[in-house]
């Protein structure tokens, strides 16, 4: 499989390039790509355990999320 | 658009699509350079992160920034690390909707002087009504050469822009 290309203008002569970029460069995306999805993974997480404690508050309340928004509106 | 800028370079990506966009040999005849970006890339969610480089360097970048999602705000340091500037959520993801591109503008004062380069930015990916990741910087590259080119990069997990992307570098000169 080709690697993926990547465009070059020139501001000088306004020449524009699709250039193939090399393994080194592939490499790099993949790894960028591999961060942003662990930091994505993260950031789920941390939503969802903040879900959670906000479930179990409530229900120590002995209230649902419907009725605190009624309570609130 | 006032008299004071001119278009210095664009690019529109097409068919097969763009790792990066790359502006070089940017000449130092204006006082400051604006990047205007329209961007939708390959990764599979909807607010993608754009880094931005300059003179191919991969260090020595920080930004602060605020974001939100029109429901809550938050604010980061760093948020993609110090090998690239941060522009903030400007590209639609595959996720977005068909035809939604991010829309971002990133603004760099005195690029061609001799003093570390701070740059601003502001970016937004609306989804037709349904969601919305907008986000500003702060940015600062250490580094005291001039800007004499300029990489845009996918940082959200997307590994290419899709076609009808489009980036606009702008000079303005002081009137």
Redesign the interface.
Known sequence: MPNPTRIEINCETKEEKIITLTDAEVAELAYQAELAAEKKAEEEAAKAALEAKKQEVLAKLGLTSDEVAALLA | MANTFEL????T??A????????????NTFTDLCLKLSVRDN?G?QG??LGIRFNSSSSGYSARTLYGSGSAAASATNP??TSQGFIGPASAGANSGANVFGNSEVYIPNYAGSTNKSYSSDALTEYNGTLVYMGFVAGLWSNTAAITSITI????????FSQYSTAY?YGVKNA
């Not at chain 2, 790792?19 to 000449?27: G, L, N, R």
């Open positions: 210095i370079a664009s690019s990506v097409g097969g699509g763009a790792a990066s966009i790359d502006f070089t040999s940017i000449p990764n969610f993608d992160d993609n690390g990069i996918p940082l959200g997990g997307g590994t290419s570098l």
